[in-house]
């Protein structure tokens, strides 16, 4: 990964190319922030941030109390 970008944009770009590659297909539920704070060696704040972002732009959705998926 572009280590000049900040750790959520990072996160971002690698959740983004999961969703391309097929690894998180549409329809598809997200893991949830504690688990890819861990992947990514990162804060969960900060996984929230990139996903947040990804929802921004129509990737994601979220359902509350159900999770995010992959729109």
């Known amino acids: 990964m572009d280590a000049a970008l900040p750790p959520w944009r990072r996160v971002a770009k690698a959740l983004e190319e999961r969703i391309a590659d097929g ?9 949830g922030a504690v688990p890819l704070s861990v992947e990514f060696d990162v ?22 109390g159900w999770g995010t998926f992959v729109a």
């Open 23 to 31: 690894t998180y297909p549409k329809g598809s539920q997200l893991p």
């Open 43 to 64: 804060a969960p704040s900060t996984v929230a941030k990139a996903v947040r972002d990804l929802k921004n732009r129509g990737l994601l959705i979220a359902s509350p």
